[in-house]
C-alpha cells in the first residue's frame, strides 16, 4: 500500500520540520519520514545560536526550559594561550538544549498539521509521471510513499542527492567534531563562550567551550584529520588556558558528528526534489553553525514547494527559483566566509599567537562591538570595513595568509 501525502520531507530535524511547519501553514499534507525512533535524539550540536537569527525567523523568545544559557560575548585564545575578548551591550547568542529545541519545532509542525513517521529511513527516491516515490525501511518492513515533491533534510549523509543526479558535499571540506558535555570545569564566566585555535588542538576548524547554567559545560572540536577524540583530550590537557579549566572536569557525555564547511553545493535542486539544510551544505563555512542559515532556506523552500503543489508544476526549472533565492539570500556571504575559511586553514599556529595579540592590540572589539549579524559573516564584514581598525587587521591578515602561501 502506497501512502500519498501533497508533500514528503525526510528528516526530522530543525530544518525538516520548519520546512513543514511552513508547508502545513498552507494547508499542505505533508509528511516526514524520520529515521531514529524519537525526535532529536541522538543529538550531536552544541546548539550555540544566534538571538537575532532566531527572531528573525519567529522562534524567539523559545518556552522555558529550552535555553540552556545566553552569552554576551566570546574569548578567542591562541595556542599559546594569548587571548582576545568580544563582549556586547547585551546577550547575543544563547545556547540550547538540542533535543528540547528538536522536539519543539516538531510539535508545531504536528500542530499545523504536518504527519510524522519515525523510525523509517528512506532508502530510494523514484520519479514517476505524475509523482515522486519514496521507498522507506523501518523495523515492521518495507512502506512506500507518494507525494508532488521532496524535500530532502536528511543532514550531512547525503545518501539521496547521487540518486536525484545532484553533487554532493565536498567531503574535504567536512571535519570530524566531537561534543561532550562536562562537569567541574573551573574558572568560567558564565556569560561568554571560549574558542580555541589552532591546528595543535584542532586542526581546520576550532575547539569551544559553552557553559550551561548548571554547573556543566559543554565542551567540542571538530579536526580535519585524525581521530577527533585524541584532539579533545590534548586540548583538556595540554592548552595552556583550557587546561586550567578542564583538566579535571569529569565528561558525562560523548557525541560524534560531521560537519560540512564547503559552502552550498552547486545546485540544490531537481524535478520533484528540493535539498534543505546540511545535505545542501547551507553551513556556515566559519564557525560550523548550520541551524540558522538552514531553518532560512527551509522557510524559501517551503515557500517554492508551496506554489509548485498550487500550480502543479514540480519541474527543474520551476523549482530552480528555490536556488536563486537562497542564491540572493546567502550567496555573498557563503563566498566571503569560504574566502574567511581558506585564510584560517593557511595559518600555522604561530601566526595565529600573533594575529590574536594584534587583534587585542588593536583594539579590534571595539570595532566588532558594532557587529549586527553573527549569521549573514559576509554582509556584517562590509558593515566593519570603515573601521581603521578592521583595515588594519585585514591588511595583516592578508599579509598572513600571502606568507603561508608562497
Request: contains cysteine; hydrophobic residues 40%.
Amino acid at each position: 500500500m502506497t501512502l500519498v501525502s501533497d508533500a514528503i520531507v525526510v528528516g526530522g530535524g530543525p530544518c525538516g520540520s520548519f520546512a513543514s511547519l511552513n508547508l502545513a501553514r498552507h494547508s499542505t499534507n505533508v509528511t516526514v519520514l524520520e529515521e531514529h525512533s524519537e525526535i532529536g535524539i541522538p543529538s550531536h550540536c552544541a546548539g550555540h545560536l544566534s538571538i537575532k537569527g532566531l527572531k528573525d525567523l519567529g522562534l524567539y523568545p523559545l518556552p522555558e526550559g529550552i535555553v540552556e544559557n545566553v552569552f554576551v560575548g566570546a574569548n578567542f585564545y591562541s595556542p599559546n594561550g594569548k587571548s582576545f575578548t568580544v563582549r556586547f551591550p547585551s546577550p547575543v547568542t544563547c545556547a540550547v538544549n538540542r533535543i528540547f529545541f528538536d522536539k519543539y519545532l516538531a510539535k508545531m509542525a504536528e500542530t499545523a498539521g504536518a504527519s510524522y513517521s519515525l523510525g523509517l529511513r528512506v532508502e530510494s527516491l523514484t520519479i514517476e509521471d505524475e509523482c515522486i516515490k519514496a521507498l522507506a525501511t523501518g523495523q515492521n518492513g518495507k512502506k512506500e510513499f507518494s507525494a508532488g515533491l521532496v524535500m530532502d533534510a536528511e543532514g550531512v549523509s547525503s545518501r539521496l542527492l547521487g540518486q536525484m543526479s545532484l553533487t554532493s558535499l565536498d567531503r574535504g571540506m567536512v571535519v570530524n567534531g566531537v561534543e561532550a558535555e562536562v562537569e567541574g570545569v573551573k574558572e568560567t564566566e558564565e556569560d561568554v563562550v571560549d574558542v580555541f585555535l589552532g591546528k595543535n588542538y584542532a586542526p581546520g576548524f576550532y575547539a569551544w567551550l559553552i557553559p550551561e547554567r548548571e554547573g556543566k559545560t559543554k565542551v567540542g572540536l571538530a579536526a580535519k584529520h585524525g581521530d577527533p577524540r585524541e584532539f579533545l583530550h590534548r586540548l583538556m590537557a595540554k592548552h595552556p588556558v583550557a587546561s586550567r579549566k578542564l583538566r579535571t572536569a569529569r565528561i558525562s557525555r560523548m557525541a560524534f558528528h560531521p560537519i560540512t564547511l564547503g559552502g552550498m553545493i552547486p545546485k540544490v535542486y531537481s524535478d520533484r526534489f528540493l535539498a534543505v539544510g546540511d545535505v545542501a551544505s547551507q553551513v556556515k563555512p566559519t564557525t560550523g553553525g548550520g541551524v540558522i542559515l538552514g531553518l532560512n532556506c527551509a522557510k524559501i523552500a517551503a515557500e517554492v514547494a508551496n506554489k509548485a503543489l498550487r500550480e502543479n508544476d514540480f519541474s527543474s526549472r520551476f523549482l530552480s527559483v528555490y536556488q536563486e533565492r537562497c542564491e540572493k539570500v546567502l550567496g555573498f556571504d557563503f563566498r566571503v566566509m569560504l574566502r574567511m575559511r581558506h585564510v584560517l586553514d593557511a595559518l600555522s599556529d604561530r601566526k595565529f599567537d600573533e594575529a590574536i595579540a594584534l587583534c587585542s592590540k588593536l583594539g579590534l572589539d571595539k570595532t566588532l562591538q558594532g557587529v549586527g549579524d553573527i549569521d549573514f559573516q559576509g554582509q556584517s564584514f562590509l558593515r566593519v570595513l570603515r573601521s581603521p581598525r578592521t583595515l588594519a587587521s585585514l591588511a595583516y591578515f592578508f599579509y598572513l595568509y600571502l606568507s603561508a602561501n608562497p
